[in-house]
């Protein structure tokens, strides 16, 4: 059985989201796959990530003894749950891979098609 409100959504040409508008999967369509048992599972679309020349670079940051990459996103985007932004930003799969190595440079950008 639909969502009512979802289907009015989806009438209205609407995107509804089940993530907030800081979340990496904000946005991305949903799908419903049924199982052969009949159990119908809810996901997430693929995620493309752009290429990082595509991000405005605000400024660098070198990394530090004790660096964290969530203190890092607190520090320059006012939001610790905004590290996959860097890792986007960065091409890094692997958030920790990033403030690994002491003197690393992180780049810090705009979000994906903003300018500034």
Same mark, same amino acid.
């Given at each position: ?9 989806? @009438? ?49 940051? @070198? ?54």
């Amino acid at each position: 059985m639909n969502n009512p409100l979802e289907t009015i959504l989806q @009438q209205t040409g609407l995107n509804n989201s089940y993530f907030s508008p800081t979340s990496r999967y904000y946005g991305l369509e949903t799908k419903i796959l049924e199982s052969k048992d009949h159990k119908k599972h809810v996901f997430v679309k693929r995620r493309f990530i752009a290429q990082p020349e595509a991000f405005q670079l605000l400024q660098e940051h @070198q990394v530090s003894q004790d660096d964290r990459l969530d203190t890092i996103a607190h520090q320059y985007l006012g939001d610790a749950e905004q590290f996959w932004r860097i890792c986007d930003s960065n091409a890094v799969l692997h958030p920790n891979s990033l403030t690994e190595e002491i003197g690393n440079i992180i780049k810090i950008t705009l979000p994906e098609g903003m300018s500034g």
